[in-house]
């Protein structure tokens, strides 16, 4: 019964969070999809194999018989602490951006540590442990950051006019 209401009120609290941050105006509405949906792509990616290899588990979770994962940690919860990160780290130049990574990853590892601890919703196999996690989530944050920088940087770089006739002009 604890772990139905955890992860319940998990949801709810992830579902709201998404409502709240993906809407919220600091920076541009898009980017803020593409980074929920990058995390995404990239947490299935890292958890497939981990779960297929039952590194990791996740005893009580939404449609056992559809989905080895915990869906509202990989497609709620994961990817809504992504935008968050990069909303905080909006602007910050890419050293404090590093730094801030573990601002996310760290209480998120200690999240999922006292999970395993103290509930069904995870549990760790094989020599999997917090340390892991706590690279995996850092190492996936600054993927992210990285993919969405690289986007508006080509975004710039073929919407500004301004760009494109500079190199005109370096080129002469």
């Known amino acids: 019964m ?7 009120l998990l949801t709810i609290f992830g579902i709201g969070g998404s409502i709240f941050f993906l809407l919220r105006r600091k920076g541009d509405l898009k980017d803020w999809f593409l980074i ?12 497939g194999p981990v ?27 994961f990817p809504l602490s992504c935008v968050i990160y990069n909303q905080f780290t909006y602007k910050m130049n890419p050293l404090k951006s590093i730094v801030s990574v573990f601002l996310f990853s ?9 999970l395993e601890n103290n509930t069904k ?36 770089k073929i919407h500004n006019p301004s760009i494109a006739t500079e190199k005109k002009e370096f080129a002469k």
């Open 51 to 77: 779960i297929k290899t039952k590194y990791v588990q996740y005893p009580h979770r939404y449609f056992p018989k559809l989905f080895d994962s915990n869906i509202v940690f990989l497609y709620i919860l």
């Open 2 to 8: 604890k772990d139905k209401a955890i992860l319940n």
């Open 121 to 156: 919703l995870v549990k760790y196999n094989k020599g999997w442990n917090s340390y892991i996690t706590f690279i995996v989530l850092s190492f996936t944050f600054l993927l992210v950051k990285g993919c969405i920088e690289g986007i508006r940087f080509l975004d710039k």
């Open 36 to 47: 929920y949906f990058i995390k995404t792509l990239v947490s299935t990616v890292f958890d």
């Open 106 to 114: 760290g209480p998120m590892t200690l999240f999922e540590n006292w």
